[in-house]
């Protein structure tokens, strides 16, 4: 068992318990840094960080400490595809050539909007051989989605579009907007919430990124080994490009727009633009949705066995939706999402609570781990 840890940070009175199931996120599962808020009606009621922000520890996890969430980040990107629904510029139901007239190519003519939403466009990877470097020129890779042809009927079954979700919601926001996603994000969102996230990080934050801390190489054996000549979907899907963590480190890397994996920023920015949602679309007067289209969210879209994942999930809109066999709340209008070693946002409806976990020691999995959901039953215990 590990040192106890400082906490840092606000809990409002009733939520102490939250700040003691962060700590054992530290003292039992060995957190190196991490930070968990959380709203209730738009207004923090815990806003905690701790630890540190790089493996050699001499650097403090500071307030502002900011790290890649690697796949939260696709929950910022379908909230802005949200927000062009709500205002009648996209409708989920058109064809995504309607919007982008090169991608009906290949098969790809009746892909609708709601199919690269969900997961069941069938465009899970690249079939063309891709490096990281590739994902930093967006047209290259644009060009390569709409050249390729499905892997599966499209809307017949879901395959987690793990780097190619970005690409594609990103441009069809471009051809509707003229805008870059992250471009379109950081004007729409994050700037009018003050919330510190960024899809393509200036050099001027770079001090403020928290080092990642991988997980134990998977070895032959490992339920999460991928043998290098593995045709399945899920091996074409992760390992083409595989993306260490040392790859975050790169300036190329935190430079480029990646919408679907290259977000950085801390628990309390995540927990932020979540209350939007949250909160039927406003904050602070501010409206970027209606209540009707955060309800689109929570429709369903495929329930199945993912064929990346290999794992049963119920998929609305970008974001998973709560099971009766594995609830991540209480509440059955609860939505989430989560990146590669362990960040975590969840909103729910029900109580319009939206909370978030950032870390940089990465563990296995994409749906959060111990670390996050410790906390998070606090806060539903302290409620």
């Avoid at 790290?67 to 595809?81: P, Q, R």
């Avoid at 050539?97 to 009746?110: C, L, M, R, T």
């Avoid at 609708?112 to 990281?132: N, P």
């Avoid at 004007?187 to 996230?197: H, I, K, T, Y």
Wanted: hydrophobic share 45%; proline share 6%; glycine share 8%.
């Amino acid at each position: 068992m590990a040192d106890a840890v400082e906490i840092q940070g606000y809990c409002a009175p009733g939520f102490e318990n939250v700040k003691a199931a962060l700590a054992r996120a530290f003292e039992v599962e060995g957190d190196v840094g991490a930070s968990f808020a959380a709203t209730i009606d738009g207004e923090f009621v815990v806003d905690i960080w701790a630890g540190y922000a790089d493996a050699a520890r001499t650097r403090p996890w500071e307030k502002d400490t900011i790290a890649n969430v690697w796949s939260t980040t696709k929950t910022m990107t379908v909230l802005c595809a949200l927000i062009l629904v709500d205002r009648g510029q996209l409708d989920l139901d058109a064809p995504v050539s309607h919007y982008w007239p090169e991608f009906a190519q290949a098969g790809k003519e009746k892909i609708l909007v709601r199919h690269i939403l969900s997961h069941t466009s069938g465009l899970a990877g690249f079939e063309a051989t891709v490096t990281a470097e590739d994902l930093y020129n967006w047209d290259h890779i644009v060009g390569l989605l709409a050249a390729q042809k499905p892997w599966w009927e499209p809307g017949t079954k879901s395959g987690y579009h793990s780097i190619t979700f970005g690409y594609l919601v990103g441009e069809v926001i471009r051809r509707i907007t003229g805008k870059t996603l992250g471009t379109f994000f950081r004007e729409e969102v994050a700037v009018p919430l003050g919330a510190d996230f960024h899809i393509g990080l200036a050099a001027e934050h770079d001090a403020r990124v928290a080092e990642l801390i991988p997980p134990p190489r998977p070895q032959p054996g490992d339920p999460s080994y991928i043998n290098p000549e593995d045709r399945s979907e899920l091996a074409r899907t992760v390992a083409n490009p595989t993306l260490p963590a040392a790859v975050t480190t790169q300036r190329a890397w935190r430079a480029a727009e990646i919408p679907a994996v290259n977000g950085h920023g801390n628990a309390r920015s995540v927990a932020r633009v979540a209350a939007v949602m949250a909160c039927g679309g406003e904050l602070n007067g501010m409206r970027l949705l209606s209540m009707p289209t955060i309800e689109k969210i929570i429709e369903e879209q495929c329930y199945s066995t993912d064929l990346v994942l290999r794992v049963p999930i119920r998929w609305g809109l970008g974001f998973a939706l709560n099971t009766v066999e594995a609830p991540i709340v209480p509440n059955p209008r609860a939505f989430f999402w989560g990146g590669a070693g362990g960040s975590l946002v969840v909103i729910d409806l029900d109580v319009r609570v939206s909370f978030a976990y950032a870390m940089n020691k990465m563990g296995f999995g994409t749906m959060g781990d111990k670390r996050s959901i410790r906390p998070a039953r606090a806060l539903y215990a302290s409620m």
